[in-house]
């Protein structure tokens, strides 16, 4: 399948460098949709000196439209994702908390396009925000608890995952850069099947609550 062009805007700018594979399809469905209220809050890598930091709050009823339509009714199981580093860079998503089998992972989507405005009247380059696309991201949580442990996709582990097993699972190549075409039902499948391997979720990052 050829995708046609576009400009995916994703985590890749906040991650120290890890970028993230993205899909054109959610991994979240209403069946599989999870909530944890203890994933509330803003975690951090190093509390003394943060890299970035990762909050989580409700997801506001306006923000309803992010969402894929059968997950509009379950709004108050979704989060507001707002990142920051220690440069000032922002981002800010929905993220929806996915149990596939006896694993969590979180469905990330971007809110805003990369300058930051949303409204076509305040954008300086108002003609380019047709070619920009929203993608999704995958994130792997290994635990909620005093620690929140994650684990992020990487691109280049997918591509020597890709380079085992070409049809491991439905993609394109845009730019170098992989962009999962597959349906929701088989990333589900995909996703569950290699969330131990390291080839696509490599690296555990482990974040702190940030005391009030």
């Excluded at 994650?150 to 591509?159: C, P, Q, V, Y």
Aim: hydrophobic share 40%; net charge negative.
């Amino acid at each position: 399948m050829r995708t046609r062009k576009l400009t995916p805007y994703c985590l890749a700018a906040l991650l120290a460098g890890c970028v993230p594979i993205v899909s054109l399809h959610p991994l979240c469905t209403k069946e599989t949709i999870a909530y944890e209220e203890k994933l509330l809050g803003t975690w951090v890598e190093d509390a003394n000196q943060p890299e970035v930091t990762w909050e989580f709050a409700h997801l506001e009823q306006s923000a309803a439209r992010l969402l894929p339509a059968d997950l509009r009714d379950a709004l108050d199981k979704c989060y507001r994702l707002n990142l920051a580093d220690k440069e000032g860079r922002r981002g800010s998503f929905a993220a929806c908390l996915v149990k596939l089998q006896d694993k969590l992972f979180l469905d990330v989507l971007p809110d805003r396009f990369p300058s930051g405005e949303q409204d076509p009247n305040q954008m300086k380059l108002v003609y380019n925000a047709f070619f920009f696309t929203p993608v999704h991201s995958f994130v792997r949580v290994s635990s909620i608890g005093d620690q929140l442990k994650i684990r992020l996709t990487d691109d280049d582990g997918f591509k020597k995952l890709v380079q085992a097993d070409p049809k491991v699972v439905k993609h394109d190549v845009l730019d170098d850069r992989p962009i999962l075409t597959a349906s929701t039902e088989e990333l589900q499948a995909f996703v569950a099947k290699y969330a131990d391997d390291e080839r696509l979720f490599p690296g555990e990052v482990t974040l702190t609550r940030r005391s009030k």
